[in-house]
Antibody
Framework: EVQLVESGGHSVQPGGSLRLSCGAS????????MHWVRQPPGKGLEWVSG????????GYADSVRGRFTISRDNARNSLHLQMNSLRPEDTALYYC????????????????WGQGTLVTVS | SYDLIQPPSLSVSPGQTASITCSGD??????VSWYQQRPGQSPLLVIF???NRPSGIPERFSGSSSGTTATLTISGTQAVDEADYYC?????????FGGGTKVTVL
């Protein structure tokens, strides 16, 4: 059974930093691209960042580029998101998401989602 | 930036067909995925690459895409299908979600 478990969400002041982590199990982690998708309270989904199977390619939404850094550790089956210079508009539930394919660009769909970790910036 | 436009809401009677549209420039040339999100739950992939259903998704869910519009169709809608639905595509290496459509079954 595929499991994605996020951690690291917290309440932080504007300008602060957080590091989110996601532990993956139930599949061959280094065969797939991985993503972070966020959802502000009561609002819609926003893609944040993605990384290919071997970390060779990464991508970011314009709203976070230059402030957030995605990384993965295939030996530990883990995904991370380093979030710096946080703003109130970054307040959201952050989901760790598995791609159906190996590429950073998940054109084949995002097929497994964690339960999310809440980040509050205020 | 690239935008995907969905109607905010849609009401459908049980057993009827719900059609949810998603519009964007040149969308027919991009692969579209659709996600269902029930209240308090994480999103669920229901359609990928325009028309394909993942294993375990009921046959009443189908997708199509042409020109600038992709459509998710729920045939024989059931009460359990009441949820928010999001389309998603990729543009210039970034992921884009539509604003979501709230489907009410009544």
């Amino acid at each position: 059974e595929v499991q994605l478990v996020e951690s690291g969400g917290h309440s932080v002041q504007p300008g602060g930093s957080l590091r989110l982590s996601c532990g993956a199990s139930g599949f061959t982690f280094d065969d797939y691209g991985m993503h972070w998708v966020r959802q502000p309270p009561g609002k819609g989904l926003e893609w944040v960042s993605g990384i290919g199977w071997n970390s060779g390619l990464t991508g970011y939404a314009d709203s976070v580029r230059g402030r957030f850094t995605i990384s993965r550790d295939n030996a530990r089956n883990s995904l991370h998101l380093q979030m710096n210079s946080l703003r109130p508009e970054d307040t959201a539930l952050y989901y760790c998401v598995k791609s159906r394919g190996a590429s950073m660009i998940g054109e084949s769909g995002l097929d497994y989602w964690g339960q999310g970790t809440l980040v509050t910036v205020s | 930036s690239y935008d995907l436009i969905q109607p905010p809401s849609l009401s459908v009677s049980p057993g009827q067909t719900a059609s949810i549209t998603c519009s964007g420039d040149g969308l027919g040339a991009k692969y579209v995925s659709w996600y269902q999100q029930r209240p308090g739950q994480s999103p669920l992939l229901v359609i990928f690459q325009d028309t394909n259903r993942p294993s375990g998704i009921p046959e009443r869910f189908s997708g199509s895409s042409s020109g600038t519009t992709a459509t998710l169709t729920i045939s024989g809608t059931q009460a359990v299908d009441e949820a928010d639905y999001y389309c998603q595509a990729w543009d210039s290496g970034t992921g884009v979600f539509g604003g979501g459509t709230k489907v009410t079954v009544l």
